[in-house]
């Protein structure tokens, strides 16, 4: 039959398996912890493009006539008082953007745009800027 992964007595090159992979991981924990470490400055780079990007289109919103909340997350939860929530959903389909409709009636008014990259996010406003014109808003 096939061995375990790790077999109990010595390896090849003389020291115990279990040395010989303690050595191997103590070897490797640099490595993974200076992957880590990138990682969570690329993590941390994201975050502030994505909320930077966050805040310019919610301005930008805010300039058309929506309204929305203050947002932490990676989405604007927002709603405009002359296009109706599932009007802009429908119209975004149409035109190749999707957003989020919520058919509750508490919140159909709103629709959730979930933050992408800032090409993304300006193609999304020029695309509710046509919206909006076409709806006579």
């Not at 200076?34 to 919610?58: L, N």
């Not at 929305?68 to 990676?74: C, I, Y």
């Not at 409709?101 to 090409?119: C, E, K, L, Q």
């Amino acid at each position: 039959g096939a061995l375990p992964p790790f077999r109990a007595g010595r390896s090849s090159s003389g020291s115990s398996s279990y040395w010989g992979r303690l050595r191997f991981f103590s070897m490797m924990a640099p490595r993974v912890s200076r992957r880590a470490t990138i990682s969570s400055t690329t993590r941390m780079a994201v975050k502030r493009i994505r909320d930077a990007t966050r805040e310019k289109t919610a301005q930008a919103l805010r300039a058309l006539g929506f309204t929305l909340p203050d947002s932490q997350a990676n989405f604007l939860f927002v709603t405009h008082p002359k296009v109706a929530g599932e009007t802009l959903y429908r119209k975004c389909k149409e035109k190749g953007v999707l957003i989020r409709h919520f058919s509750d009636p508490a919140i159909a008014a709103y629709n959730r745009v979930t933050i992408g990259t800032p090409a993304e996010m300006e193609a999304f406003l020029a695309v509710v800027q046509t919206i909006l014109k076409e709806e006579g808003a």
